[in-house]
């Protein structure tokens, strides 16, 4: 359009400039000249206000064209944006579901029942055994309480069958009072009176562990081992001493 104006506006000021003499001999005054001055004067502003609008329109049309094509990029961009979500998706996907495959299988394995394992109890050297406590009972001959105490411990972990059992946790309890040890003491003083309740030393065995709990200030303890020792040993010494000690308390 605006290159038809363009061709168009030479024509036009011929015309008008080919009219001009005609007219001057018509209207041979100074009014008819300046409206055909005038005349050429709108004639040119038209043409130039239409050359505007011409490239108005030319540059709107070429903004629109890159709109659509900068549209069509966006378009473009997010379609691949969605591409590469849509295969992160499937992949996340697909890693969830081998990890409660490999969970699954690894819950079936546990639920299945464990082979037992057959635990060979290791074969004790005798003479080995007999060593041992000796030399932890050396120990304590030697005023070595606390090397004793381990080492009567260790025999009584190491030995638990032994037929030195009660004598390893008798002495050893004594070990640990020499030692300042006093739970210690307590406890294995307990257990030799539970586990060898018919030894001549159990009821000596109660009354040290009534001293032991109250070194340690455990005085419920001390007296519940009190009347443990007057009710099931009344006549040995330690069980007498204990039922007089109830009654002053």
């Known amino acids: 359009m605006r290159g038809r104006l363009r061709a168009l506006l030479p ?23 300046g409206k055909i001055e005038q005349l050429r004067e709108q004639l040119r502003a038209d043409v130039i206000d239409l050359g505007k609008r011409a490239d108005t329109l030319s540059r709107n049309q070429l903004d629109f064209a890159n709109q659509v094509e900068a549209i069509k990029a966006d ?34 394995k546990l639920e299945q029942p464990p082979v037992e394992a057959k635990v060979e109890t290791p074969k004790l050297d005798p003479a080995q055994e ?24 260790a ?17 050893g ?4 009072t020499q030692a300042k040890d006093h739970a210690g003491a307590a406890e294995l003083f307990g257990k030799f009176a539970a586990g060898w309740p018919t030894d001549e030393r159990a009821p000596a065995a109660l009354d040290n562990r009534v001293a032991s709990l109250e070194a340690i200030k455990d005085l419920k303890g001390a007296r519940a081992t009190l009347v443990q020792l007057a009710d099931k040993y009344p006549n040995s010494e330690a069980g007498k001493k204990a039922k007089l000690r109830l009654k002053k308390k």
Do not use: C
């Open 130 to 153: 007999t060593r041992d406590y000796e030399a932890a009972l050396a120990g304590l001959k030697a005023a070595k309480f606390k090397e004793a105490a381990a080492a009567f411990l």
């Open 11 to 33: 024509a036009l000021l011929l015309a008008a400039v080919l009219s001009s003499p005609v007219r001057a001999g018509m209207f041979d005054d100074e009014e008819a000249r």
């Open 75 to 108: 378009i473009a961009k997010l379609r691949g944006q969605i591409e590469v979500l849509t295969y992160g998706l499937e992949a996340a996907q697909k890693r969830q579901m081998d990890f409660y495959v490999d969970l699954d299988n690894r819950l079936r």
């Open 155 to 171: 025999f009584i972990k190491t030995y638990p069958n032994s037929s030195l059992a009660a004598s390893a946790h008798y002495w």
């Open 173 to 176: 309890a004594y070990a640990h």
